[in-house]
C-alpha cells in the first residue's frame, strides 16, 4: 500500500512540476492544482496507513488508531487550495479576455542590454 501512495505522490509532482514549465496559463494552474494534490496525499500517508481503523483512541484498550491530525491539515488544505484555485483561474480568465491567448510572455534577451549600445551610438555619431 505505501508503494502505491508512494508511486502516485510522485506521479502527481511530476506532472505538476511538467504542466507549471509550461507557457500556458492554464496549465501553470493545473499543474499548481496537482503540486497541491501530491502535498495533500504525502500529508495524508504521513500520519500512518491504515485500513478500518477509528481515528479516536478506544476506552477499552490499546487499540490502534489513525492519526486525525494529518486528517485534519488536509482537509484544510483541501479547502485552501480550491480557494487559490479559483482565484488564479479568475485572474487568468482575465488575462485571456484582454490578450486573447493564455500565452505567458517572456521577453527575448536584448543584445544591447550589456553596454554595447554606447559603443554602437559612438560609431553612429
Known amino acids: 500500500m505505501e508503494l502505491i501512495v508512494a508511486s502516485a505522490v510522485g506521479v502527481l509532482t511530476a ?21 497541491s494534490y501530491a502535498v495533500n496525499v504525502f500529508l495524508f500517508s504521513s500520519g500512518g496507513l491504515s485500513v478500518n481503523l477509528p ?4 476506552k477499552y484498550g490499546d487499540a490502534a488508531y489513525t492519526d486525525p491530525l494529518p ?7 483541501i479547502v485552501i487550495s480550491f480557494g ?8 487568468a480568465l482575465g ?3 484582454e490578450a486573447d491567448t493564455d500565452r505567458i510572455n517572456i ?3 536584448d543584445p544591447d542590454a550589456d553596454g554595447d549600445a554606447d559603443a554602437a551610438e559612438g560609431r553612429a555619431s
Open 15 to 35: 506532472g505538476g512540476v511538467y504542466l507549471i514549465l509550461r507557457l500556458r496559463a492554464f496549465a501553470v494552474i493545473i499543474g499548481l492544482a496537482l503540486l
Open 55 to 58: 481515528p479516536i483512541l478506544s
Open 107 to 109: 521577453p527575448a534577451e
Open 95 to 97: 488575462a485571456y479576455l
Open 71 to 77: 486528517q485534519a491539515l488536509v482537509l484544510t488544505a
Open 84 to 91: 487559490m484555485t479559483a482565484v488564479l483561474v479568475m485572474i
